[in-house]
């Protein structure tokens, strides 16, 4: 068992991100990821765009940019590295959509370790947000 499924562990929570209201209703995602730089949502939204439309490259720099910002939001809500970051808590499904455009785009590439690294990341979060973003 890897501390990530600990069931002592507290589940991390991420706060509400301003960008899903914005994209949701219909805001172009590079202009939600300018006026919020820190929203993991609109950089993996970016990422997932470019990805569907065969543009790798540009597709892994935004799923990196939103791991970080995603990394960068996790340690402020007290996440040490690991334990469950839960699918079913909205706000974090930026972040884990994030990770696994970033792990799609590094196999694409030839990145076969980092895509590796990711995949065990976003199933030590929590193997929910895998089925859910595996189907689709």
């Known amino acids: 068992m890897t501390d990530a499924f600990n069931l002592m562990a507290q589940p991390t929570r991420l706060?509400?991100?301003?960008?899903?209201?914005?994209?949701e209703a219909g805001e172009d995602a590079s202009a939600v990821a300018a006026a919020l730089p820190a929203s993991c949502t609109a950089w993996a939204t970016l990422a997932e765009t470019a990805l569907a439309a065969g543009r790798t490259v540009e597709g892994y720099a935004y799923a990196r940019t939103g791991y970080h910002r995603g990394l960068d939001a996790l340690r402020r809500a007290g996440w040490k590295g690991n334990?469950?970051?839960?699918?079913?808590?909205?706000?974090?499904?930026?972040f884990l959509r994030a990770l696994h455009a970033l792990g799609r785009a590094a196999g694409a590439i030839g990145e076969q370790d980092e895509a590796a690294r990711c995949a065990q990341l976003l199933a030590d979060c929590d193997p929910e947000a895998v089925r859910y973003l595996a189907a689709g």
């Open 83 to 94: 334990g469950p970051v839960p699918w079913a808590h909205e706000p974090n499904r930026g």
């Open 15 to 23: 706060p509400e991100d301003p960008a899903v209201a914005r994209l």
